[in-house]
T-cell receptor
Framework: GENVEQHPSTLSVQEGDSAVIKCTYS??????FPWYKQELGKRPQLIID?????GEKKDQRIAVTLNKTAKHFSLHITETQPEDSAVYFC???????????FGSGTKLNVKP | DGGITQSPKYLFRKEGQNVTLSCEQN?????MYWYRQDPGQGLRLIYY???????QKGDIAEGYSVSREKKESFPLTVTSAQKNPTAFYLC??????????????FGDGTRLSIL
């Protein structure tokens, strides 16, 4: 099966700085990679996703990059704000299977 | 996501008791999932179902059971065999086959504690 590893487990940045979270996956058949943000006690919410036919996707201050050869994908948050503080999860889905494999999460703390 | 409803929000279990967590979706999604989340931890898959009347074990299925009699509903029973059930339980659904994958949508979760 797929194995998704996520780093770092915690990340502390100053407001206005950039934050980068990295994930690696093991199965080359994975073709879809969503990122979720989870605030304390709440549901995970999709913030951005990328499919394997695309190398980069951007949505305002958030971007995701995918390197299929190296089997890793990263979340980039620019101009961080205190409301970006949350736990972020990456995930991977193998082509034609409805099963998602999640990373262990990154707790992001944006200091005002 | 208003399309997935989990109930109750909080649940307490007595020793030796089975409890059932409800998950209902009106998104017309084929696949549904149950995850367990312990404090400060990631999401661990308990069970998932890709179609009505079919379900598969996830990574931590022991002590849990599910049914999928209707497309809209995927209840999870935490049995007395699950000795450490205290956790946050999340239900999710997705509509994705082949290359055109759609993301999972999550419910608000049920927080289960032992009395």
């Amino acid at each position: 099966g797929e194995n998704v590893e996520q780093h770092p487990s915690t990340l502390s940045v100053q407001e206005g700085d950039s934050a980068v979270i990295k994930c690696t996956y093991s199965d080359s058949a994975s073709n879809y990679f969503p990122w979720y943000k989870q605030e304390l006690g709440k549901r995970p919410q999709l913030i951005i996703d990328i499919r394997s036919n695309v190398g980069e996707k951007k949505d305002q201050r958030i971007a995701v990059t995918l390197n299929k050869t190296a089997k890793h994908f990263s979340l980039h948050i620019t101009e961080t704000q205190p409301e970006d503080s949350a736990v972020y999860f990456c995930a991977a889905r193998i082509y034609n299977f409805n099963k998602f494999y999640f990373g262990s999460g990154t707790k992001l703390n944006v200091k005002p | 996501d208003g399309g997935i409803t989990q109930s109750p929000k909080y649940l307490f279990r007595k020793e030796g008791q089975n409890v059932t967590l409800s998950c209902e979706q009106n998104l017309n999604h084929d696949a549904m999932y149950w995850y367990r989340q312990d404090p400060g931890q990631g999401l661990r898959l308990i069970y998932y179902s890709q179609i009505v009347n079919d379900f598969q074990k996830g990574d931590i299925a022991e002590g849990y059971s599910v049914s999928r009699e209707k497309k809209e509903s995927f209840p999870l029973t935490v049995t007395s065999a699950q000795k450490n059930p205290t956790a946050f339980y999340l239900c999710a659904s997705s509509s994705s086959t082949g290359f055109k994958t759609k993301p999972q949508h999550f419910g608000d979760g049920t927080r289960l504690s032992i009395l």
